[in-house]
């Protein structure tokens, strides 16, 4: 049986995956835009690269320890992805954007089978 704390850790983890799915989508029916060479772009990238090495750095749980680990990674990795589109030939904007859906997907899978498995 699940403790509402690992119930909500799961729905969070479902809702990453759709959203990964959802970008992924978007991405490859060609309905997304973005303005890779605005501010605000560059602000999230930062924030995301730094927020991941927050949720890596910062002490917690030892049985939380691969949890912090998939995400801080996950989201340092979409910073570090999110800057590169910024920088990158147009023609591989729409790859790199799929690439980050499916980093959001696979972290939300990851996280699922994290917070499922038997303790």
């Given at each position: 049986m699940l403790t509402p704390e690992r119930l909500l850790r799961l729905m969070i983890e479902l809702i990453f995956i759709m959203l990964?799915?959802?970008?992924?989508?978007?991405?490859?029916?060609?309905?997304?835009?973005?303005?890779?060479?605005?501010?605000?772009?560059?602000?999230?990238?930062?924030?995301?690269?730094?927020?991941?090495?927050?949720?890596?750095?910062?002490?917690?749980?030892?049985?939380?320890?691969?949890?912090?680990?998939?995400?801080?990674?996950?989201?340092?990795?979409?910073?570090?992805?999110?800057?590169?589109?910024?920088?990158?030939?147009?023609?591989?904007?729409?790859?790199?954007?799929?690439?980050?859906?499916?980093?959001?997907?696979?972290?939300?899978?990851?996280?699922?089978?994290?917070?499922?498995?038997?303790?």
């Amino acid at each position: 049986m699940l403790t509402p704390e690992r119930l909500l850790r799961l729905m969070i983890e479902l809702i990453f995956i759709m959203l990964g799915g959802l970008i992924a989508w978007l991405v490859l029916v060609r309905h997304i835009a973005v303005d890779r060479h605005g501010v605000s772009w560059l602000i999230l990238s930062v924030a995301l690269i730094l927020w991941g090495l927050r949720a890596l750095y910062k002490p917690g749980q030892w049985w939380l320890r691969w949890e912090n680990w998939t995400r801080g990674l996950s989201l340092s990795l979409l910073g570090i992805l999110m800057l590169a589109i910024s920088r990158v030939p147009f023609l591989w904007v729409a790859p790199m954007l799929a690439a980050a859906g499916g980093l959001l997907a696979l972290r939300g899978i990851i996280g699922c089978a994290l917070v499922l498995r038997p303790r």
